[in-house]
């Protein structure tokens, strides 16, 4: 009897120890076939069919974990089109073990993949601001990835970054064209602590804490810098002068309508053909729109940008009614059906030309007086700067003054190409 018992249990537990084999084996055939998949679909990441790629970074987003570790991998590929659709996945999946290996491809040598880490840092947030900080705080660092930091770190707009930027403006001269920039993306928390820098005793950074005031726009900064327009350094007075204009157009409603069906994209190969498609609508779009040109009519500027749509500045002042707007409009629209593009969203803004004829030397000879910031020869450019540049603008006559004097304003401020 006891040689039966021990027979079943034998027999009993040689079945528990093949259905565990079962099992395991179903489940390291699924982890290859899982591993092949992802495999598959980063092999994906170039297709020739930009929905192709869409699909296989939504796909990856979904699968969430165990993509992260191949994902890492793919960053080395020796295809900037792999490289930078891996990037922005590892951003929308949001894990922070990608942090430093995005940090590293902030200095890539092909721009769209450095943009694509820059904005998947950013989706990544809080985890990524205290390596970027490190790296900002290091003075043996290379100046040009500091610049980078410097972009991100405004980007997810974290308090923490503030002072850290603050005291990098203090002591690296090299930095201080991108953080007067980026200092005036950081909003509302960044408003105090450079008011007090208007004290300081470097005119460099009493000019670059004026002109990320004049940024950020806050009531708060009016008063200090009504005083620094009797500053004893004349750029900070023109900077100040700027931050107060600034800040009064800012609370001004310069928004005229809006028009069309703006687009969404998931990746930047998307956006990219979509502003190829704007770009070819304004082009077809110029001479229709000479009658409303500036100054036979209202426009004083249009063009594509990275808002996905196409902007319409009208003079401030002009006296327009919905039967103008609808007319312009009528003609982006017409150009968008003639390649197949309906609904095209179009913005109509009021604008001014921002600079007095007379400060327009005197910007240009301060530009020129000003040392290039550190890393400026490098070509690579973020995607915004790229898109800022290729933007046209179709305005004769004074319209190039407009175009002229922002770009004099802003030309220390986005890294001077």
Same mark, same amino acid.
């Given at each position: 009897?006891?040689?039966?018992?021990?027979?079943?249990?034998?027999?009993?537990?040689?079945?528990?120890?093949?259905?565990?084999?079962?099992?395991?084996?179903?489940?390291?055939?699924?982890?290859?076939?899982?591993?092949?998949?992802?495999?598959?679909?980063?092999?994906?990441?170039?297709?020739?069919?930009?929905?192709?790629?869409?699909?296989?970074?939504?796909?990856?987003?979904?699968?969430?974990?165990?993509?992260?570790?191949?994902?890492?991998?793919?960053?080395?590929?020796?295809?900037?089109?792999?490289?930078?659709?891996?990037?922005?996945?590892?951003?929308?999946?949001?894990?922070?073990?990608?942090?430093?290996?995005?940090?590293?491809?902030?200095?890539?040598?092909?721009?769209?993949?450095?943009?694509?880490?820059?904005?998947?840092?950013?989706?990544?947030?809080?985890?990524?601001?205290?390596?970027?900080?490190?790296?900002?705080?290091?003075?043996?660092?290379?100046?040009?990835?500091?610049?980078?930091?410097?972009?991100? +770190?405004?980007? =997810?707009? %974290? !308090? @923490? *970054? #503030?002072?850290?930027?603050?005291? $990098? &403006?203090?002591?690296?001269? /090299?930095?201080?064209?991108?953080?007067?920039?980026?200092?005036?993306?950081?909003?509302?928390?960044?408003?105090?602590?450079?008011?007090?820098?208007?004290?300081?005793?470097?005119?460099?950074?009493?000019?670059?804490?004026?002109?990320? +005031?004049?940024? =950020?726009? %806050? !009531? @708060? *900064? #009016?008063?200090?810098?009504?005083? $620094? &327009?009797?500053?004893?350094? /004349?750029?900070?007075?023109?900077?100040?002068?700027?931050?107060?204009?600034?800040?009064?157009?800012?609370?001004?409603?310069?928004?005229?309508?809006?028009?069309?069906?703006?687009?969404?994209?998931?990746?930047?190969?998307?956006?990219?053909?979509?502003?190829?498609?704007?770009?070819?609508?304004?082009?077809?779009?110029?001479?229709? &729109?000479?009658?409303?040109?500036?100054?036979?009519?209202?426009?004083?500027?249009?063009?594509?940008?990275?808002?996905?749509?196409?902007?319409?500045?009208?003079?401030?002042?002009?006296?327009?009614?919905?039967?103008?707007?609808?007319?312009?409009?009528?003609?982006?629209?017409?150009?968008?059906?003639?390649?197949?593009?309906?609904?095209?969203?179009?913005?109509?803004?009021?604008?001014?030309?921002?600079?007095?004829?007379?400060?327009?030397?005197?910007?240009?000879?301060?530009?020129?007086?000003?040392?290039?910031?550190?890393?400026?020869?490098?070509?690579?450019?973020?995607?915004?700067?790229?898109?800022?540049?290729?933007?046209?603008?179709?305005?004769?006559?004074?319209?190039?003054?407009?175009?002229?004097?922002?770009?004099?304003?802003?030309?220390?401020?986005?890294?001077?190409?």
């Amino acid at each position: 009897m006891g040689t039966e018992k021990l027979k079943i249990h034998l027999i009993f537990f040689a079945l528990v120890i093949l259905q565990l084999s079962m099992f395991s084996g179903v489940s390291v055939a699924s982890a290859a076939s899982d591993e092949q998949d992802i495999e598959g679909l980063i092999e994906n990441f170039n297709a020739q069919d930009v929905d192709v790629k869409a699909d296989s970074v939504k796909t990856l987003v979904e699968a969430g974990e165990p993509a992260v570790g191949p994902l890492i991998q793919t960053l080395d590929s020796k295809d900037p089109e792999i490289r930078e659709n891996a990037a922005i996945t590892l951003g929308k999946i949001k894990d922070e073990r990608a942090v430093d290996p995005l940090i590293k491809l902030l200095t890539d040598e092909e721009w769209e993949v450095e943009s694509a880490a820059n904005n998947a840092l950013v989706e990544i947030g809080k985890p990524a601001v205290e390596p970027l900080i490190k790296i900002l705080q290091d003075k043996n660092e290379d100046v040009f990835l500091q610049m980078k930091v410097i972009a991100v +770190l405004a980007g =997810i707009k %974290d !308090e @923490r *970054a #503030i002072q850290p930027m603050i005291q $990098a &403006l203090k002591e690296e001269p /090299e930095l201080d064209a991108d953080l007067g920039y980026n200092l005036g993306l950081m909003g509302e928390p960044a408003v105090e602590p450079l008011i007090q820098v208007l004290d300081d005793e470097d005119p460099r950074v009493r000019v670059r804490a004026a002109e990320a +005031l004049g940024r =950020i726009g %806050d !009531e @708060r *900064a #009016i008063d200090p810098l009504t005083d $620094a &327009l009797n500053d004893k350094d /004349e750029t900070v007075r023109t900077f100040a002068k700027m931050g107060l204009e600034s800040i009064e157009t800012q609370k001004k409603n310069t928004l005229i309508a809006t028009y069309g069906k703006e687009r969404e994209f998931y990746i930047e190969d998307q956006r990219r053909e979509w502003f190829d498609q704007l770009n070819k609508i304004c082009d077809l779009a110029r001479d229709p &729109l000479e009658p409303y040109t500036y100054p036979q009519g209202p426009v004083i500027s249009h063009g594509w940008g990275i808002e996905n749509r196409i902007g319409v500045g009208i003079l401030e002042g002009s006296e327009v009614n919905n039967s103008t707007l609808d007319n312009i409009y009528n003609i982006f629209d017409q150009a968008g059906k003639e390649i197949g593009v309906a609904d095209v969203p179009v913005i109509f803004s009021y604008a001014e030309f921002p600079v007095d004829a007379e400060l327009l030397p005197k910007l240009a000879e301060d530009i020129e007086k000003t040392e290039e910031p550190a890393g400026a020869e490098d070509t690579n450019e973020t995607e915004e700067s790229a898109e800022d540049l290729q933007s046209p603008v179709s305005t004769p006559g004074l319209g190039a003054m407009f175009v002229l004097s922002e770009l004099l304003i802003s030309a220390l401020i986005v890294n001077r190409r």
